[in-house]
């Protein structure tokens, strides 16, 4: 059961200073999904943003693909067991359990999809973004707000251009993406416009990168 109000509209709460005219929008954060490089980075940032999420009670979550990606990239000696044991443990400590059971056709749809855009924006091939676009996929189908990666093109404007392009593409036959407001965030544009549940925007698009997917890469 996948947690969260059923309100997929972003929620934008203006905070108006003494000074008149000046207005902050801000996003409303009560799920978030981690992406691989964010579970492997070798940083403590990472459990410090861990404890926040933990204090702030949102709920954390992995996909199916994630676990997939850390049992192979240990399994065929890609990491250590000690990079393996890490990411799991902060899995545990986020209470951050798998967000999917069976892929349905609106998954399967969103993904073709997700597949040609990626293929415009970052100019590869759909064996090189098949798993970005089921990450991307998983959050979109359950309601996420905010994706934490630290692969430099997951987080880039390329990708938030692909994610602007699926909702445009599906919206007519699945109603619930017409509104897409998801997130996906590095952990230093995290930590810079993170503060009480809510992400500023504005400091979010001062840290965007126009940045192109070559080969996948984990930072």
Same mark, same amino acid.
Request: proline share 1%; hydrophobic share 35%.
């Given at each position: 059961?996948? +947690?969260?109000?059923?309100?997929?509209?972003?929620?934008?709460?203006?905070?108006?200073?003494?000074? +008149?005219?000046?207005?902050? +929008?801000?996003?409303?954060?009560?799920?978030?999904?981690?992406?691989?490089?964010?579970?492997? &980075? /070798? #940083?403590?940032?990472?459990?410090?943003?861990?404890?926040?999420?933990?204090?702030?009670?949102?709920?954390?979550?992995?996909?199916?693909?994630?676990q997939t990606e850390l049992d192979?990239?240990? @399994?065929?000696?890609?990491?250590? #067991?000690?990079?393996?044991?890490?990411?799991?443990?902060?899995?545990?400590?986020?209470?951050?359990?798998?967000?999917?059971?069976?892929?349905?056709?609106?998954? =399967? #749809?969103?993904?073709?999809?997700?597949?040609?855009s990626m293929n415009i924006e970052?100019?590869?091939?759909?064996?090189?973004?098949?798993?970005?676009?089921?990450?991307?996929?998983?959050?979109?189908?359950?309601?996420? /707000?905010?994706?934490? #990666?630290? /692969?430099?093109?997951?987080?880039?404007? @390329?990708?938030?251009?692909?994610?602007?392009?699926?909702? =445009?593409?599906?919206?007519?036959?699945?109603?619930?993406?017409?509104?897409?407001?998801?997130?996906?965030?590095?952990? /230093?544009?995290?930590?810079?416009? @993170?503060?009480?549940?809510?992400i500023n925007i504005d400091i979010?698009?001062?840290?965007?990168?126009?940045?192109?997917?070559?080969? &996948?890469?984990?930072?």
């Amino acid at each position: 059961m996948i +947690p969260g109000n059923g309100n997929d509209e972003m929620k934008l709460i203006y905070i108006y200073h003494s000074t +008149p005219l000046f207005i902050m +929008p801000f996003k409303s954060i009560t799920n978030v999904l981690f992406d691989t490089s964010f579970l492997l &980075k /070798d #940083s403590r940032d990472i459990d410090e943003i861990i404890k926040i999420l933990r204090r702030d009670r949102i709920s954390c979550h992995i996909s199916f693909t994630v676990q997939t990606e850390l049992d192979n990239l240990y @399994y065929f000696g890609q990491i250590t #067991s000690q990079q393996f044991n890490r990411a799991m443990a902060r899995c545990r400590k986020a209470r951050a359990g798998n967000i999917e059971n069976t892929r349905n056709y609106l998954e =399967e #749809s969103i993904t073709k999809e997700c597949t040609i855009s990626m293929n415009i924006e970052h100019g590869v091939g759909a064996k090189d973004v098949h798993n970005d676009c089921s990450i991307l996929t998983s959050s979109l189908n359950n309601h996420i /707000d905010l994706i934490l #990666s630290e /692969d430099f093109h997951f987080t880039s404007n @390329y990708s938030d251009n692909v994610v602007n392009t699926v909702c =445009e593409r599906t919206c007519d036959r699945f109603q619930r993406l017409c509104e897409c407001d998801i997130l996906a965030l590095n952990k /230093d544009t995290f930590l810079a416009a @993170y503060k009480g549940n809510m992400i500023n925007i504005d400091i979010v698009k001062g840290n965007k990168h126009n940045i192109r997917k070559n080969l &996948k890469r984990i930072t």
